[in-house]
T-cell receptor
Framework: DAGITQSPRHKVTETGTPVTLRCHQT?????MYWYRQDPGHGLRLIHY???????DKGEVSDGYSVSRSKTEDFLLTLESATSSQTSVYFC????????????FGPGTRLTVT | AQSVTQLGSHVSVSEGALVLLRCNYS??????LFWYVQYPNQGLQLLLK??????LVKGINGFEAEFKKSETSFHLTKPSAHMSDAAEYFC???????????????FGKGTKLSVKP
């Protein structure tokens, strides 16, 4: 258990509304990641961070933005939610160059109606 | 570019039987390879990892995997399935951080394992 919490755990929102998901870690890991999980697609990387204020895009970043103002928090924002963003969102962390494995949070199930 | 192929989206075995979940990868640099397990409504948990040490890797819950460079494979096995092994399993690949990847993982699409009594 890498001390990762995600909030909220479940959310239902309407198309066009902004949504922010929060990932909080207590392990002081340098790297943090946001994935989405959809049936038949596995996990796909949305954005990642390699330090405070250092972020970059992943495979499916369109429609998403991120921010990391503190080591322990990584926020994912859907500026204007669409039904195609209905998914389960996972946050993960990694120590970095010393250890390559990623540790995952419990996930947030987002439904956009 | 790295990629991962998991053969079989669903695998069903009887309790006590051998579990074999297949994973093939492609990578332009020496890869790091991982198997994760996901139980219903939970996050992913690391089962085992290969990071260029021993080619036979032992993980938790009696699982192991063998890295075969010539076959670009990293299949997951367990000699005797237990009901509690029913879950979805994901294979993932990452080039080393020295490849400039920032440790990103590329996941396969997953294999759902069912265990029959």
């Amino acid at each position: 258990d890498a001390g990762i919490t995600q909030s909220p755990r479940h959310k239902v929102t309407e198309t066009g509304t902004p949504v922010t998901l929060r990932c909080h870690q207590t392990e002081n890991h340098r790297y943090m990641y946001w994935y989405r999980q959809d049936p038949g697609h596995g996990l796909r990387l949305i954005h990642y961070s390699y330090g405070v204020k250092d972020t970059d895009k992943g495979e499916v970043s369109d429609g998403y933005s991120v921010s990391r103002s503190k080591t322990e928090d990584f926020l994912l924002t859907l500026e204007s939610a669409t039904s195609s963003q209905t998914s389960v969102y996972f946050c993960a962390t990694a120590v970095g160059e010393v250890s390559y494995e990623q540790y995952f949070g419990p996930g947030t199930r987002l439904t956009v109606t | 570019a790295q990629s991962v192929t998991q053969l079989g989206s669903h695998v069903s075995v009887s309790e006590g039987a051998l579990v074999l979940l297949r994973c093939n990868y492609s990578s332009s640099v020496p890869p790091y390879l991982f198997w994760y397990v996901q139980y219903p409504n939970q996050g992913l948990q690391l089962l085992l990892k290969y990071t260029s040490a021993a080619t036979l890797v032992k993980g938790i819950n009696g699982f192991e995997a063998e890295f075969k460079k010539s076959e670009t494979s990293f299949h997951l096995t367990k000699p005797s399935a237990h009901m509690s092994d029913a879950a979805e399993y994901f294979c993932a690949v990452s080039p080393s951080f020295y490849g400039g990847s920032q440790g990103n993982l590329i996941f396969g699409k997953g294999t759902k394992l069912s265990v029959k009594p």
